[in-house]
């Protein structure tokens, strides 16, 4: 059971319990506000019971695999894999969603998978070409899911 006395953890909170995994304060910041916004989606697909994880982040939606760990946005290619940075933002996310239990679970049926990654993929490809045309410059329209 939950205890629903405080069912929002505060961004404090959350950052606190992963000050450990990075001593980047905004990317902690906007990892604390993805697991409040409910970002943090837990893919459930039945009946084989496999699991995948997204994050809904600023420029759409990334796959990430924290058993890799593998995120597909640019700060994981460019910095992560570069060598600059042990993690970005979504995969730190998915430790606090993880640890506090806040993620958003979502149901699929196998046969789902297929829409599943059309949707995602659209959505990879819609955010490399934003961020092509204008770097950090995002409108704060959160698209309803
Ligand atoms: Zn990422």
Do not use: W
């Not at 759409?60 to 593998?70: A, L």
């Amino acid at each position: 059971m939950m205890n629903v006395s405080d069912p929002e953890p505060s961004t404090e909170d959350l950052i606190s319990s992963l000050a450990h995994i990075s001593s980047h304060p905004g990317h902690l910041k906007r990892a604390a506000e993805a697991v409040q916004g409910g970002c943090v989606k837990r893919h459930v697909f039945t009946p084989s019971g496999r699991v995948l994880f997204t994050v809904v982040g600023r420029s759409g939606d990334e796959f990430i695999d924290p058993g890799k760990p593998f995120c597909s946005c640019r700060h994981f290619f460019f910095r992560v894999l570069g060598g600059r940075d042990t993690t970005c933002y979504h995969l730190m996310g998915y430790e606090m969603a993880k640890e506090t239990q806040r993620f958003d679970s979502i149901e699929m049926h196998d046969e789902e998978f297929g829409t599943f990654l059309r949707l995602l993929a659209s959505d990879l490809l819609d955010a490399s070409r934003d961020k092509e045309d204008k770097d950090n410059q995002k409108a704060s329209d959160s698209r309803p899911r």
